[in-house]
């Protein structure tokens, strides 16, 4: 029968005796936020075959202490599957997809173990949510393997009659849950919930359209104006209804670095807008927030001053905030001026989406 060793007693006495076992080859059991798991270090391929041996029927999947160490694995991760590592992870999200052949550290480890990692050809990938399996995976200094031996274990006793062979188990005390990670399928444009569990498909859902966020001052009159037409363009490129592009991978945002909530779009703008043939009626300004910029695959500000107070704001979280236009041009601000400078602008905006178009097409 497997040691067992009290995690929250001492957790760093576990993590010292479970890296001793992983580094000499064997299986280890560990808690989680669902079932029970057990983990053996990829550069044995004994103890791979064990995990296998014990877990016949959960998938072998990585476990990375950090998100972004995904890109070791994946390196050409884009899309669906990209905005499931960022916004699933940590957590009981499984990534599965298929690696590229060249340039992923899978082509490092022992041949007998990317076979068993590789299902059907394809690499499942997670980072977990409980705080064991990331501190073993970050210092075990090499890549760790789990699997999961069956659904409804949420003890470590359970765990130890399951695995009889593990060398140690660490007791973290009863899973909150009982349910297995959810596992998602990502092939290309294809996404599949492939196993249910902890996620719900109404969470997974809603982080797989591509969030394009424009930017402006007060949200009135230059971001809307871009958010709408960038709407109508990428509705008229799919064949969809303006209002169901979300439903077709994509959630175009506008929000303002000075901007009071809740305030109509200018009266010229959504003139303008309307006969180029989008809708801003309904839009009420709204304010930048961290959710806004951490959700975003794509941040356009409309002038070099937003990107400066951007940059001054010192947030690290989302992608790269870009100017709107490619050529490094600001969209001068129309407010206050003629219906004929609105329409100056809105045609400017319009040309710059054209250029931007086949970008966000291929992160759909």
Not at 88 to 116: D, F, H, K, M
Not at 156 to 174: H, M, N, R
Not at 243 to 256: D, T
Request: a negative charge.
């Amino acid at each position: 029968m497997a040691s067992l060793v009290q995690w929250k007693a001492d957790a760093a006495e576990a993590l010292k005796q479970a890296l001793t076992q992983l580094r000499a080859g064997q299986v280890v059991g560990f808690p989680s936020d669902s079932v029970y798991h057990l983990a053996a270090c990829a550069l044995y391929p004994k103890a791979v075959e064990q995990l296998r041996s014990l877990c016949p029927h959960g998938t072998l999947t990585l476990a990375l202490a950090f998100s972004s160490e995904v890109f070791d694995w994946l390196p050409t991760l884009r899309g669906a599957g990209l905005r499931v590592a960022r916004r699933l992870w940590p957590g009981a999200c499984v990534l599965r997809t298929r690696p590229c052949p060249t340039g992923s550290l899978l082509n490092a480890l022992p041949e007998s173990v990317r076979t068993l990692l590789l299902d059907d050809n394809l690499l499942s990938v997670t980072t977990p949510n409980h705080l064991s399996l990331r501190q073993v995976a970050y210092h075990l200094a090499a890549p760790l393997v789990i699997a999961a031996p069956g659904p409804g274990i949420r003890t470590a006793a359970q765990l130890a009659q399951a695995a009889p062979d593990a060398a140690l188990i660490l007791d973290g005390g009863e899973a909150t849950d009982s349910r297995p990670p959810t596992i998602v399928r990502v092939e290309g444009k294809s996404v599949q919930v492939e196993r249910d569990g902890m996620l719900g498909a109404g969470q997974i859902e809603d982080v797989l359209p591509c969030r394009i966020v424009f930017l402006c001052t007060g949200n009135t009159c230059r971001s809307p104006m871009a958010q709408a037409l960038c709407v109508q363009m990428l509705a008229d490129w799919i064949g969809c209804a303006p209002q169901s592009l979300p439903r077709h991978g994509y959630v175009v945002e506008s929000a303002g670095l000075a901007a009071v909530a809740g305030e109509p779009a200018s009266p010229d703008g959504v003139v303008i807008v309307d006969r180029m043939g989008a809708d801003l009626s309904r839009h009420r300004s709204q304010a930048l927030s961290y959710e806004t910029l951490a959700n975003a695959d794509f941040i356009f500000a409309m002038t070099h001053s937003h990107l400066r107070l951007l940059k001054d704001l010192q947030v690290d979280v989302g992608p790269q905030p870009r100017l709107l236009s490619r050529a490094g041009d600001d969209v001068a601000d129309p407010i206050g001026g003629p219906p004929e400078i609105y329409e100056e602008c809105a045609r400017q905006i319009h040309a710059y989406l054209r250029d931007l178009l086949p970008e966000l097409q291929e992160n759909a």
